[in-house]
C-alpha cells in the first residue's frame, strides 16, 4: 500500500463502525511487513511522573486490539507494566535490549521528567547501590533510540505534572533530549493516535510532524474546524449551561485552540466525545495544558482574568 492509500484510511477510520476501516489498517500492517521482510517494530517503554492512564488508554485500542498490536506490530521489549520480570532481572533485560537493538528501537515515554534537585523525585528503577532517576534514563535511552514517540500530554509538553506551582520541575521530553520528539498528545492520549503513529513508523519511518511535533495524521485540524456544534458557533447560539445542545464556547470550551481529530474519531469504542457527551473540550492535546485552559469552564475571553484572580 502507498503511503497516500494509508493516510486516507487513518483519515477513514471512522467513517464507518463496523471497525472494517480499522481491520484493513491491521491488514495492511501485517501485509506490508512480510512483504518488506521487516521485523516488529521493538519498543522500549519507559513510565515516568503520570498518572498511568495513558497505558490504560492504550490497552483500550479497538481494532487492532491490545493482543494484535502486540503480535502484529510491536515487540514490547521493556515496560514495567506490561512486562511479568521485575527487579534485577527487569533491568537486565533492559541494558541488554537497549545495545542489541542500539539505533533500532523506539522508545516510548509516558509521563513528565522531574528535573529540580537532578531527579531525584522520579526514581524508575532501583538497584542495590544506587538508583535511576527519570531523567538519568531517558537521557540515556534517548541517545540509543531510532525514534523518541512521547505518550500522553505530560510527557509530550509536562501537561498536568509541570502545572503550577511544579515544584518538581517536570518538563515534557523534548525539552531533555537534544534530539526530534514524536509527541502523541492528549491526556489521556487517542489510542488511535498512538497505534497510528507506531503503524506509520513500522511501514514508512517518521510521520511528516506540525510545529509541536505531532503527526500531521491526528493534530492537522482544530476541534472546532470538524465539531458537530460548529453552526452553532457561526450563529452566535451559545449554551446558557452545560447540558444544552448549542456551542460550547460560552461554557469555556477550548475547541478553537485545540487540534485533534476528536469530533470524527470518537472515543470509547468509537461511540463519544466530550462534547457529543454535553461537556466543552478542555484542550488536554494542548501545550500549555491545563494551565491555559483553566479555570474549567470558564469562557476563553475569561481565563486570564480569572487566572489573575486566584494567583492574588
Not at 514490547?76 to 541494558?95: C, K, P, R, V
Not at 531533555?176 to 497510528?196: K, Q, T, Y
Not at 495544558?289 to 481565563?303: C, R
Request: glycine residues 8%.
Amino acid at each position: 500500500m502507498e503511503k497516500e492509500e494509508f493516510i486516507k484510511l487513518c483519515h477513514g477510520l471512522s467513517d464507518k463502525s463496523d471497525y472494517s476501516l480499522s481491520e484493513a489498517i491491521l491488514k495492511t500492517v501485517k501485509g506490508h511487513r512480510l512483504k518488506h521482510q521487516k521485523k516488529k517494530l521493538p519498543v522500549i517503554w519507559l513510565e515516568t511522573n503520570g498518572s498511568g492512564g495513558d497505558n490504560i488508554a492504550f490497552m483500550s485500542t479497538t481494532y487492532p486490539y491490545l493482543g494484535q498490536v502486540f503480535s502484529e506490530m510491536i515487540d514490547l521489549l521493556y515496560s514495567n507494566t506490561f512486562m511479568a520480570a521485575q527487579g534485577s532481572d527487569a533491568l537486565d533485560i533492559l541494558e541488554e535490549a537497549s545495545i542489541k537493538y542500539q539505533r533500532e528501537f523506539v522508545l516510548v515515554v509516558e509521563g513528565a521528567i522531574p528535573c529540580k534537585d537532578q531527579g531525584l523525585y522520579n526514581i524508575v528503577i532501583s538497584k542495590e547501590t544506587d538508583s535511576l532517576t527519570a531523567l538519568e534514563a531517558v537521557k540515556w535511552l534517548g541517545q540509543s533510540a531510532k525514534y523518541v514517540i512521547t505518550i500522553g500530554t505530560c510527557a509530550s509538553f509536562g501537561g498536568p505534572s509541570a502545572a503550577r506551582p511544579n515544584i518538581t520541575g517536570c518538563v515534557g521530553v523534548r525539552d531533555i533530549l537534544d534530539r526530534e520528539v514524536i509527541n502523541v498528545s492528549g491526556c489521556p492520549v487517542n489510542p488511535e493516535w498512538f497505534v497510528g503513529t507506531l503503524a506509520y513508523l513500522l511501514m514508512y519511518g517518521r510521520p511528516n510532524l506540525d510545529k509541536l511535533g505531532r503527526s500531521n495524521l491526528f493534530y492537522r485540524y482544530t476541534v472546532h474546524s470538524n465539531c458537530q456544534r460548529r453552526s452553532y458557533f457561526d450563529k452566535k447560539d451559545f449554551a446558557e449551561q452545560v447540558g444544552n445542545k448549542e456551542c460550547m464556547f460560552s461554557q469555556g470550551c477550548m475547541g478553537p485552540r485545540t487540534n485533534s481529530d476528536c469530533p470524527y474519531r470518537l472515543w470509547i469504542n468509537h461511540v463519544n466525545w466530550p462534547v457529543k457527551a454535553n461537556t466543552p473540550c478542555i484542550g488536554c492535546t494542548n501545550e500549555n495544558f491545563p494551565d491555559a485552559s483553566s479555570p474549567f469552564f470558564t469562557p476563553l475571553p475569561d481565563k486570564n482574568s480569572k487566572k489573575g484572580e486566584n494567583n492574588e
